[in-house]
């Protein structure tokens, strides 16, 4: 079967690096994406990667190892805005997305 | 741009009662879905429609139905509701089915 795997919660401080780890086992892959979901509201777009290694924006950086079935978001220079789910998706051979339940990532001062 | 809008935001539902969900989308995507989000768990796809005219059915699309006649707009109709259709709705639309995909606010539906 197909299945994503995060952390449930997480905490950090602002100001802080935070990495959240996603691993998963699909019926192929074409692609991983990266979302954000504030509390009540729709997810949105934070990164895509295709090929192995990291990609960079801004205070947001994500990896993908396809030989470990594995990604992780790294969220740094914390702030209070960032309290949110995060949630990983991975574009499966049918180009259909199949998700993570998503990571609750508290931020506290 | 609105982007992707659903109505209604939220609406209360009877046991055996139907409704439509409506989503409409200004990006002129051919590719549009429709979710369900429960708490704990990751969303499922119901149905998506890769342009009007063509629909197809995702992981969980018994209880619902949809229709595509227009780029814009792909409605999801409930019928006979039961207490396990409670949930959060999103619709969602892509220019491709391998780009970022872009969500509306949701419909948070209850079923009594």
């Known amino acids: 079967g197909q299945n994503i795997d995060q952390p449930t919660e997480m905490t950090a401080t602002e100001g802080a690096i935070v990495q959240i780890n996603c691993t998963y086992q699909t019926s192929g892959f074409n692609g991983l994406f990266w979302y954000q979901q504030h509390a009540g509201e729709a997810p949105t777009f934070l990164s895509y990667?295709?090929l192995d290694g990291l990609e960079e924006k801004g205070r947001f950086s994500s990896f993908l190892s396809r030989s470990k079935g594995y990604s992780y978001l790294l969220l740094k220079e914390l702030q209070m805005k960032d309290s949110a789910s995060y949630l990983c998706a991975v574009m499966d051979s049918n180009y259909q997305l199949i998700w993570g339940a998503g990571t609750k990532l508290i931020i506290k001062p | 741009n609105a982007g992707v809008t659903q109505t209604p935001k939220f609406r209360i539902l009877k046991i055996g009662q139907s409704m439509t969900l409506q989503c409409t989308q200004d990006m002129n995507h051919n590719y549009m879905y429709w979710y369900r989000q429960d708490p704990g768990m990751g969303l499922k796809l119901i149905y998506y429609s890769v342009g009007a005219g063509i629909t197809d059915k995702g992981e969980v699309p018994n209880g619902y139905n949809v229709s595509r006649s227009t780029t814009e707009d792909f409605p999801l109709r409930l019928e006979l509701a039961a207490p396990s259709q409670t949930s959060v709705y999103f619709c969602?639309?892509?220019?491709?089915?391998?780009?970022?995909?872009?969500f509306g606010p949701g419909t948070r539906l209850t079923v009594l």
């Open positions: 990667n295709v």
């Open positions: 969602a639309s892509s220019y491709r089915d391998y780009n970022e995909q872009f």
